[in-house]
């Protein structure tokens, strides 16, 4: 079957730096997504990769590796307003978007 | 540029009834997708469409249909609700450019008694 596994909740300080894991298995894949959703508001993207390595983009960086199925999100220089869920997300064979649960940071001062 | 508009916002429903969530974007995106969301759970796909007059199940299709007569809209409708079907409701839609990535209306929250 298809599954995609991140943390629930996970917990950090203003100003530090967090790393989200993403492991996945599915039928294909055609790339990797991370989402940002705050509470009561719609999923927004963040990041994509489809080959291996780092992505960076500002404070935000996805790493991908195909052959361990595995991905993490990586926040620098927290803010307060990083205090959302994100969610992690695989593209499969038919560009369908599986998704994990989503982990919930919670930001402390 | 609006994006996505979902609407209502918010709905009560009573058990039985019928109802329709509407979808509309102005991106000229092909495909679309209807979501629900619930807690614990990821995003959970209930149908989804390729290109306008085409539609497909997702993972959850039970109990809901849809429609695309269109390009711009996309319709959700509950025939006759369940509590079950209490949840967050997203519209989505891909573009070709770039990544491919979904793009979310701002979602209705159903409430089914």
């Known amino acids: 079957g298809q599954n995609i596994d991140q943390p629930t909740e996970m917990t950090a300080t203003e100003g530090a730096i967090v790393q989200i894991n993403c492991t996945y298995q599915t039928s294909g894949f055609n790339g990797l997504f991370w989402y940002q959703q705050h509470a009561g508001e719609a999923p927004t993207f963040l990041s994509y990769?489809?080959l291996d390595g780092l992505e960076e983009k500002g404070r935000f960086s996805s790493f991908l590796s195909r052959s361990k199925g595995y991905s993490y999100l990586l926040l620098k220089e927290l803010q307060m307003k990083d205090s959302a869920s994100y969610l992690c997300?695989?593209?499969?064979?038919?560009?369908?978007?599986?998704w994990g649960a989503g982990t919930k940071l919670i930001i402390k001062p | 540029t609006a994006g996505i508009t979902q609407a209502p916002t918010s709905q009560i429903l009573a058990a039985g009834r019928s109802m329709t969530l509407r979808c509309t974007q102005d991106?000229?995106?092909?495909?679309m997708y209807w979501y629900r969301q619930d807690l614990g759970l990821g995003l959970r796909l209930i149908h989804y469409?390729?290109?306008?007059?085409?539609?497909g199940k997702g993972e959850v299709p039970d109990g809901y249909s849809v429609s695309r007569a269109n390009t711009d809209d996309f319709p959700l409708t509950l025939a006759s609700a369940v509590p079950s079907q209490t949840s967050v409701y997203f519209c989505?839609?891909?573009?070709?450019?770039?990544?491919?990535?979904?793009?979310f209306g701002p979602g209705t929250r159903l409430t089914v008694l």
């Open positions: 990769n489809v």
């Open positions: 991106m000229r995106h092909n495909a």
């Open positions: 989505a839609s891909r573009g070709t450019s770039g990544p491919g990535e979904q793009f």
């Open positions: 997300a695989v593209m499969d064979s038919n560009y369908q978007l599986i």
């Open positions: 469409s390729n290109t306008a007059g085409t539609t």
